[in-house]
């Protein structure tokens, strides 16, 4: 499988990456810290395409979709004359979302390269709105680091920032069904 990876807001990172993935790129630009992956499909039927993307595709927590975003947060607590300082906390993230890549959607008859385009649109909103949650979630970590009164309470906040951010997620995939109420079935 070749995974063609575009750090968005980077053009050289594009040029191995197909039509519609660069197109995805704009998206997921909104994001900081955000790079977006794409796993070649190369079948041109939509049948040998589904068959072919249920064999690659990604996996997360054991469980494979079509689509996934992931992300991580990290954080620091500098001391402050000597002591930690939840207060100076420094929060990074990273968001990465991975979509299939078609690279054979020239080939494919009007009506299957059509109903590929609506499944692809779909799943693309779908995984930003995956990789919203993670940029709120990264917003509500620093907040919740930085308003702890202590660096204990603060690594005992972003543990459950980090949990309501996984919990936020999964509920929004159990509510769109992982996209398909959304639109995001191919074919």
Request: net charge positive; glycine share 4%; aromatic share 6%.
């Amino acid at each position: 499988m070749a995974v063609v990876a575009i750090q968005v807001g980077d053009p050289a990172t594009v040029a191995d990456a197909s039509e519609r993935l660069r197109l995805a790129a704009p998206a997921a630009a909104a994001f900081p810290n955000t790079t977006l992956q794409g796993y070649g499909v190369e079948a041109t039927a939509p049948r040998a395409i589904r068959a072919e993307m249920n064999r690659v595709r990604p996996g997360v927590n054991g469980r494979r979709h079509d689509a996934t975003t992931t992300w991580r947060y990290t954080y620091s607590l500098p001391a402050s004359n000597g002591q930690c300082d939840p207060a100076t906390a420094v929060v990074s993230h990273a968001i990465t979302i991975v979509m299939p890549d078609l690279q054979n959607r020239d080939r494919l008859r009007r009506a299957d390269k059509a109903a590929w385009d609506r499944y692809f649109a779909a799943l693309q909103a779908h995984e930003v709105n995956h990789a919203r949650i993670a940029q709120l979630g990264a917003e509500r970590y620093q907040a919740a680091l930085r308003s702890a009164p202590d660096c204990q309470a603060a690594r005992v906040a972003a543990a459950q920032v980090n949990a309501d951010v996984s919990a936020a997620s999964a509920e929004y995939d159990r509510l769109t069904e992982h996209g398909r109420l959304e639109g995001a079935s191919f074919p």
